[in-house]
């Protein structure tokens, strides 16, 4: 059974810094990008970040640019979100996804696993 699981979430102030971590079972990280997307009631789920497996080529969306960072560890099936200079808008739940290969791709329907998300709450 694919499954991703999202850990690392939680309530910071702003300014502050969280790191999210995905841990991927069996064969479901080789040879696939990977990406990070977020969502907030009411709205749709939106790109966040993009690494590819190869190269480790990556991609952000503006909103994140310089301050958000993706990495990945192979060995370890692992792909992390570093977020810093956190800001209220960047509140929503967090969902790490497989994508259907191996390039840096945004919209969700390039996407066919996801993980459970987790809560980032920014907020004094």
């Known amino acids: 059974q694919v499954q991703l699981v999202e850990s690392g979430g939680g309530s910071v102030q702003p300014g502050g810094s969280l790191r999210l971590a995905c841990a991927a079972s069996?064969?479901?990280?080789?040879?696939?990008?990977m990406g990070w997307f977020r969502q907030v009631p009411g709205k749709e789920r939106e790109f966040v970040a993009v690494?590819?497996?190869?190269?480790?080529?990556?991609y952000y969306a503006d909103s994140v640019k310089g301050r958000f960072t993706i990495s990945r560890d192979n060995a370890d099936n692992t792909v992390f979100l570093q977020m810093n200079s956190l800001k209220p808008e960047d509140t929503a739940v967090y969902y790490c996804?497989?994508?259907?290969?191996?390039?840096?791709?945004?919209?969700?329907?390039?996407?066919?696993?996801w993980g459970q998300g987790t809560q980032v709450t920014v907020s004094s």
């Open positions: 996804a497989r994508a259907k290969s191996d390039l840096l791709v945004t919209m969700t329907s390039r996407y066919d696993v």
């Open positions: 069996g064969r479901t990280f080789s040879s696939y990008a």
């Open positions: 690494i590819t497996w190869s190269a480790g080529r990556t």
